[in-house]
């Protein structure tokens, strides 16, 4: 049985954001780069056994519109665990919305939507680590969030091209598997610098499962979830549910990594959120928000 539209986007939500808590459990194991390698290794074999690509139907072309996609996607995902690994889930996932929120306005003639820009401009300013701030975030975290962020928007801008080439969800999953292509040689180089023996000294099949868990609460399901979402609700509608993730990432990060977060870090995340919703409302039906993978 399918669930309704907006359960099964609120669902999805909580799937990504529990598989990025279940990430952060395996990192003192294993550490960042080997987690963020087999994730989407494991999501790049389990969209191609679902989607059974044909790689011979694939021309030169398509393979160049394909790789930006993929690579933005695979830096995107090591940046992303990176960054989770210094500063808390919440704000790691609002910083990172910064991206898509910037390809949105980018792509808007509306003098309004500056206005949201302020807004989320006020939010990254209460989380950003100024000099001499008390009990700061880890700057390095910042901006590996932040550039996470940036290769969202990389990835945006590709996803939109990589649909007028690939039938369907194909070039996802081709995509998916350029991505690990870029995230397991770091996986495997840094992997085997973690730790006193390597991270890959520490693989066993409860630990191989815990990521496979991973790929799949922070892809599989949740994508099933939102393009059944997205071919039911409106496009204005669906990127407002979009929105919530940073809210959604934080109560995660709360009730799972115990990773409390201040009042001003609380409205932070407000803000963007508000910035995203707002851009989303004025777009209506110009624009429709990508899905994670």
Known sequence: MVPPPIPSLLLAAVSIQGGAALAKSLFPLLGPPAVTGLRVTFAALILVLIWRPDLRGVSRAAWRTLLPYGVSLGLMNLAYYLALERIPLGLTVTLEFVGPLAVAVLASKRTADFLWVALAALGLLLIVPWPGRSAGLDPLGVG?????????????????????????????????????????????????????????????????????????????????LEMGALRALPARVFGVLMSLEPAVAAVIGLLFL???????QWVAIACVMGASVGVTLGAGTRAVPPVEV
């Open 144 to 224: 590996l969030a932040l550039f996470a962020g940036a290769c969202w928007g990389v990835y945006i801008w590709a996803g939109q091209r990589v649909a007028r080439v690939f039938a369907g969800p194909q070039g996802v999953a081709l995509g998916m598997g350029v991505a690990a292509l870029v995230a397991l040689p770091f996986g495997v180089i840094l992997g085997a610098q973690h730790g006193a023996s390597g991270a890959w000294a520490q693989l066993s099949p409860g630990v191989l499962l815990t990521a496979l868990g991973v790929a799949i609460l922070s892809s599989a399901l949740p994508y099933s």
């Open 258 to 264: 115990h990773e409390g977060l201040s009042v001003p």
